[in-house]
């Protein structure tokens, strides 16, 4: 099936590395106009702006903290000073810092939650704050994890975060359903991205997590960003308030972490 977001003006937090990057240059192929978040790597941010131009799509990089209400609404004010509206919001941006439960400082659970569950609050209120003013419906993509549903010691600020997002999205669904904008998650498992570049120093717990997953293999960018693409186009329009499982069935198969 040949999907296209011609026309669409889409946010993606997180863009400038792993899934988020992946999700907006295929949004960008599919002749979607992108903003590009990034925090702290502007050049990174930028390039993937150049890779969507040569794609003969329109983006732009926005620096911006996802934990801050200011920055989250000015990627929003971007998105419509440059393209007049924004019709899709991917939360994608997180972080993780693993620790025993017992040693884990405040400041860790604070700066977590922080990014994983309220930057992820602030993106859809504000992203739905423009789809209502607009009146013309939306999307709103959350990037969730497996952990949002499979428990994972040493990792208790993570998992409470996504866990928080998946009610978010749920709630959000019926709440903003009348307005025509869907709210969904894609719970994506082991990926390979940035975060989990651990793996290949330590083939031993790539092993160990590999035999949690039935298909055998990590996932790839890519395959997430094919999803994330479906659940923005228009196909999509009846499917909202889910998350989908994207783990090669970790989700069906593994204990905990």
């Not at 972080?95 to 994983?116: D, G, H, S, Y």
């Not at 975060?195 to 031993?204: A, Q, V």
Request: net charge negative; with cysteine.
């Amino acid at each position: 099936m040949q999907v296209s977001l011609r026309d669409k003006v889409a946010i993606v937090t997180g863009a400038s590395s792993g899934i988020g990057r992946a999700i907006a240059l295929e949004f960008g192929r599919s002749g979607a106009r992108v903003v590009v978040n990034y925090h702290g790597h502007r050049e990174d941010g930028e390039e993937v702006v150049r890779q969507i131009a040569d794609a003969g799509a329109e983006a732009i990089a926005v620096q911006g903290d996802v934990s801050q209400q200011a920055d989250v609404r000015g990627l929003v004010e971007a998105a419509v000073d440059r393209f007049g509206k924004l019709d899709i919001m991917v939360n994608n941006a997180g972080i993780e810092q693993r620790m025993p439960f017992l040693e884990t400082p405040l400041e860790v659970w604070e700066k977590v939650i922080a990014v994983n569950l309220t930057g992820t609050w602030l993106g859809c209120q504000e992203a739905a704050r423009q789809m209502v003013r607009q009146g013309g419906g939306g999307r709103i993509i959350n990037i969730s994890s497996v952990h949002e549903d499979l428990p994972m010691p040493t990792n208790s600020p993570y998992c409470a975060a996504k866990g928080g997002v998946r009610m978010l999205a749920r709630t959000l669904a019926v709440e903003l359903a009348p307005h025509k904008i869907t709210v969904n998650n894609i719970a994506p498992g082991a990926i390979e991205t940035p975060m989990n570049s651990n793996l290949k120093e330590h083939p031993e717990l790539l092993q160990q997590l590999l035999h949690e997953i039935p298909l055998g293999r990590i996932g790839r960018p890519e395959e997430v960003a094919q999803l994330a693409l479906y659940l923005a186009s228009e196909a999509a329009s009846y499917i909202t308030g889910s998350t989908y499982f994207i783990d090669g069935g970790m989700i069906r198969h593994s204990g905990s972490l």
